[in-house]
């Protein structure tokens, strides 16, 4: 049985957690970010009943940031605590609850030196993404590595977790990626499962080797992991590769990756239990026809992975993707892609209504 969890205190720390973030940012020059000019709000996007995205032309000074006092939303909201995301034209503010579907008015008054307004009006639901980029919503929350296979025995126990790459390949290479979702959906109030109504995944194809077409299949992963930060290079201790999910202490039942057993498809605590690599069941099957091009792995399966991790983050191992039957070596932009456009990114809509107001 599922266990019944209450909604964290983490929104109460926000304003501690807050004046560290922005005592280490100060040094970093904030003069010269403000002297390029004054900032303009562009947009105000309420992401849940209690929670609104603000997002600025430009960088913003972390005190001024951080005071709730620059901020007003009309009429009638209490805004709590605001929050600088690390991309420093972000800030996310915490409220007291608006009302679904009813228009608001923000203002943005200390940080842009004018009595800047924008209407914003809460949906019933709401579309976000997990990812990098300047167009997504929350950022930091990938994970991703490639298990390379070579005919170089030695080349096993290598690492790619710091390559801009991911890579699929006919002799076995392999890749991961997870999103850990649960902290964000937290933070805006929305911690069931059933508040979320579809979720998909995205990746960027760079190149592939023929053009015949390849189909990439994607299996929950049911062993912890680590990605590590090397460059192809010899796995440092706790990092993943083809041998193990943490490199000299934990290895895979079957490298890499593979130990498999019908029945096991990742949708309950049981099925983490060790004695399985990933699921039996292939949750997603895209074909990728050319380079250049995103491609989405979506549906029920995928929607249920993403309930269940949220329910259960701590078995958030997200997927292994790998070729089914392929002829040719496919190559995604992984996470350290310097084109934050191409990185990987979760799509997630989900109703908006917190759980202590329904």
């Known amino acids: ?137 929350f950022s930091g929350v990938i994970r991703d590595t490639t298990l390379i296979v070579s005919a170089q025995k030695q080349e096993r126990n290598y690492n790619a977790g710091g390559e801009d790459f991911l890579l699929c390949t006919p002799i076995g290479s392999v890749f991961f990626v997870a999103f850990d979702i649960m902290d964000a959906f937290d933070e805006i109030g929305v911690v069931e499962e059933t508040n979320i109504l579809d979720a998909s995944i995205s990746l960027y194809a760079e190149s592939v080797e023929n053009s015949s077409s390849q189909q990439i299949i994607i299996r929950r992963v049911l062993l912890p992991w680590y990605e590590g930060v090397q460059k192809s290079q010899p796995a440092k201790e706790n990092e993943l590769t083809y041998n193990s999910a943490m490199h000299q202490n934990f290895p895979w039942n079957k490298p890499p990756a593979q130990a498999m057993l019908e029945g096991i498809n990742g949708e309950d605590p049981a099925d983490y239990n060790g004695s399985e690599d990933t699921a039996h069941r292939i949750d997603g099957l895209t074909q990728i026809e050319a380079a250049e091009t995103r491609y989405i792995w979506k549906g029920t399966l995928v929607t249920d992975a993403a309930r269940f991790w949220l329910t259960y983050p701590d078995y958030s191992y997200g997927y292994l993707f790998a070729l089914r039957d392929g002829t040719a070596s496919v190559r995604f932009a992984s996470k350290e892609h310097p084109d934050e456009t191409r990185r990987p990114v979760l799509t997630i809509r989900y109703h908006t209504r917190v759980e202590h107001n329904e």
């Open 1 to 137: 049985m599922k266990a019944k969890r209450q909604m964290s205190n983490r929104r109460r720390l926000l304003p501690t957690l807050f004046i560290l973030f922005s005592v280490c940012l100060f040094e970093l020059g904030t003069s010269a970010a403000t002297s390029a000019g004054t900032p303009h709000l562009t947009s105000a996007t309420p992401l849940s009943q209690i929670a609104v995205q603000l997002r600025f032309d430009r960088t913003l000074d972390p005190q001024s940031a951080g005071n709730v006092l620059n901020y007003r939303i009309e009429p009638d909201v209490e805004i709590e605590s605001a929050m600088l995301d690390s991309r420093r034209n972000i800030v996310q503010l915490y409220t007291s609850p608006l009302e679904i579907d009813k228009r608001y008015t923000l203002r943005s008054e200390g940080i842009t030196g004018a009595q800047e307004g924008v209407s914003m009006t809460l949906p019933e639901t709401m579309e976000i993404t997990f990812g990098d980029g300047q167009g997504l919503t």
